[in-house]
């Protein structure tokens, strides 16, 4: 979900000096930051003042690293690489002005790491053409664009998830499904590499540039495909009814491994603990001849379940595929031998591995991992030969999404409680440098914010579940208003610190602000989450099966009610995607409990929201989900609720707000709207976040402090 109107207005970087005028500009800009109101520390423009990092991706050569900033809704391309005395020097790329609806990601760097290629425009959720800013002349598409270190940008053509060739001479990428090539420097117009009856993804180069896998998704099976380029032919690997993903080269170029999943695997939002077990393959780049080298257990772990990076399997120098596992029903790293036979551990204990990476030379991986500390995350690397993983971070910080410089000096997002997420290099245990300090506006209020503390409640079903308390910074004289926060995904996990998700961060700032305002603020990691176990994650009887999340809505506003500095009668609720389902879900079951509530882009009812991820077609299946939904006990719906929703949402259709909209009038509930015309669900434009965010105290105010309006309008 994510990102902030004025009017827009694209530009160009036409030289270094160009670049280093927009860094300085980005430090010295508080034009976003709105004078703080009447009794308040800050305003909600300055706690989502920040600029936000994300695609962290490491080039082949020169120690450099690449990453997007987006700050109020205008990104750019940043890179850093080693300077003078030991020193990194970042500064941007490119120099896109205004916010102005345009998504930007999918960094891939060239081999000579002094040029990279990137999606700008339409949407990193897909779905098309996005025109979030409602110009008369329609929508734009994603575009695959070049950057260099010391030119402007080059526009390659329409498409996005580029990926430029070990040689260096052409980049392959995906257009309307299909795999397109152009050249990396201006000359020849991009071609049509491959006609295929399927929907390609993942294109993935053999190390010598020779060949080119990719991944064709055929509806209810997947195949991998090997283009050729020396003898013009496609070879398919191991076809099966299976679905196979994932494909990784083998050092030597000869060989692919892949994951392949058996037929029929659950449907979304259902139990899945257990499957028919997932395998790994490897199969002959020249013939397709493919070979299963390892299959999971039954039981638990049986289910694939990827990480949150993009790499799910690697192939290391030693022969090895290392590979994400829940056998011991925890997200672990283990090994097998590309010959086949068991698998080994490689990581131990109960917590969760995140994201990981390979380092060029295939010999080092690094992680991030709450492994000792359930709350935040930290780096770990291990070696090949390494008898066991050794942190890299440690501490109150949160740390994320590393990547290896061609140097092997480690970069990750980190932040802090205080500080939000942004680029560092891993200088030591102790010792980590901001690769871009002077991104950070002046008057961000980092000063003026509450940590948070964790809290472990009990759900009247007996869960036990963790979340973060907000108490207003400077206390208050007595009982007042409460507010609980439940993320979306539902796979996420909010953390006691600045997310290293883009709207998870912003909702963390909102959750900061509302309690600078006076509000007990309460961010459930409800059931269904992930960090704390497959058992956890895969909960039974959740969502269209049952809705059991909604035990954890009653055991966090009974935490509320239970604390002597809240008022019982003003606890209000608020969440966006799944958290929005979370609100409806508690306004239509406890209304007694909960006097307000803010839902964004929330699931009404699960039996009407098909796109696959409905209720399926089992006897009783549609009757349970919708009797699982807000709208199976709209009855009890009384209190008021402020509903958000962008009309453009590719993942919550925005016809779960009307038929919400239509019942909650038929029963005479108070609600309010705010619709946002051609936004999507992870919303573009920084002005977007800014009217959601202040609806939202604004709202609250009215409804949990009457007498006292928002802080914005004292």
């Known amino acids: 979900m994510s990102k902030l109107p004025r009017h827009p207005r694209l530009a160009t970087l036409t030289g270094i000096a160009a670049a280093a005028a927009l860094a300085a500009t980005l430090a010295a800009q ?34 450099r ?55 700008r425009g ?47 001479d052409v980049v392959a990428y995906i257009l309307a499904d299909q795999i397109w090539i152009a050249p990396l420097a201006a000359g020849d117009p991009p071609t049509q590499l491959i006609h295929d009856r399927g929907r390609s993804e993942g294109v993935t180069w053999s190390p010598d540039g020779g060949r080119l896998a990719f991944v064709s998704r055929r509806g209810d099976h997947s195949l991998i495909g090997v283009y050729d380029f020396a003898a013009k032919a496609l070879v398919w690997l191991g076809p099966s009814v299976d679905r196979d993903m994932s494909p990784v080269w083998s050092p ?84 097998v031998a590309a010959a086949g036979g068991p698998a080994t551990r490689l990581t131990h204990g109960d917590f969760e591995v995140f994201s990981a990476t390979l380092s060029g030379d295939r010999k080092r991986i690094v992680y991030s991992a709450n492994q000792d500390d359930i709350d935040h995350r930290h780096v770990w690397t291990l070696g090949v030969g390494d008898a066991a993983p050794r942190p890299l971070t440690q501490g109150p910080t949160i740390e994320d999404n590393p990547v290896v410089a061609s140097d092997g000096q480690v ?15 891993l200088a030591g245990s102790t010792r980590l440098v901001d690769l871009a300090p002077a991104a950070m506006p002046a008057d961000f209020p980092d000063a003026r914010f509450s940590e948070p503390k964790p809290v472990i409640f009990t759900s009247p079903d007996g869960q036990t579940i963790h979340g973060q308390l907000f108490l207003p910074r400077n206390g208050r004289p007595a009982r007042g208003p409460a507010i609980l926060f439940f993320h979306g995904g539902p796979t996420r996990q909010m953390l006691l610190g600045w997310h290293p998700m883009d709207a998870y961060t912003y909702m963390y700032g909102l959750n900061q602000y509302l309690a600078d305002e006076g509000y ?32 954890d809505i009653l055991g966090a506003a009974q935490y509320l009610r239970g604390r002597p500095d809240v008022d019982p ?21 406890a209304s007694d409990l909960l006097a307000a509530g803010v839902d964004y882009a929330g699931v009404h009812d699960w039996s009407t929201i098909g796109a696959g991820l409905g209720p399926g077609s089992a006897p009783g299946a549609a009757e349970l989900a919708r009797a699982s939904s807000p709208m199976g006990t709209i009855d009890k719906w009384t209190s008021p609720v402020l509903l958000i929703h962008a009309d453009d949402d590719r993942n919550v259709p925005f016809s779960q707000t009307v038929e919400l909209v239509e019942a909650l009038r038929q029963r005479h509930v108070e609600f309010e709207q705010l619709i946002l015309p051609d936004e999507i669900h992870d919303l573009l434009r920084g002005e977007s976040w800014l009217r959601f965010f202040h609806a939202a105290d604004d709202f609250f105010a009215r409804h949990l402090q009457p007498g006292q309006p928002p802080a914005a309008h004292r």
Not at 54 to 63: E, K, M, R
Not at 411 to 425: C, E, G, T
């Open 30 to 63: 508080p034009a976003t930051a709105a004078p703080k109101p009447p009794g308040h520390d800050f305003s909600i423009e300055q706690v989502l003042s920040a600029p936000f990092p994300s695609d962290l991706v490491a080039a082949g050569q020169g120690g």
């Open 65 to 119: 690293v690449a990453w997007v900033y987006d700050q109020g809704g205008s990104r750019n391309v940043w890179i850093a690489g080693p300077g003078a005395n030991s020193a990194y020097a970042a500064r941007p790329i490119t120099s896109y002005v205004g916010d102005d609806g345009y998504d930007l990601g999918e960094l891939n760097w060239a081999p000579d790491g002094r040029q990279l290629v990137y999606s």
């Open 122 to 168: 339409g949407s990193l959720e897909g779905g098309g053409p996005v025109n979030a800013l409602s110009r008369p002349s329609g929508g734009v598409g994603q575009e695959v664009w070049a950057a260099s270190l010391d030119g402007a940008p080059r526009r390659i053509g329409p498409g996005h998830t580029a990926a430029v060739s070990p040689r260096g």
């Open 252 to 335: 030597d170029g000869r060989s692919l491994a892949y994951v392949r999943l058996a037929a029929g695997q659950a449907r979304p939002f259902a139990d899945s603990r257990e499957a028919q077990p997932w395998s790994l393959w490897i199969a002959d780049a020249a013939t397709g001849a493919a070979r299963s080298v390892w299959t999971a257990n039954p039981g638990p772990g049986s289910a694939f379940h990827p990480l949150e990076s993009d790499q799910t399997l690697m192939w290391t120098a030693d022969g090895r595929l290392v590979f994400p596992w829940e056998r011991s029903g925890w997200m672990q790293l283990y090994a």
């Open 411 to 425: 970069m990750a997002l980190h932040s802090d409680w205080r500080k939000p997420i942004h680029p560092v290099w």
């Open 520 to 551: 007990v603020v309460l961010s459930v990691n409800y059931r269904g989450g992930s960090g704390y176990g497959l058992d956890f994650r895969e909960a039974l009887k959740f969502g269209p099966a049952g809705g059991s999340e909604v035990n």
């Open 569 to 589: 009668k003003r606890i209000g609720i608020w969440g966006g995607s799944y958290g929005g389902l979370m609100t409806a879900l508690g306004l239509a079951r």
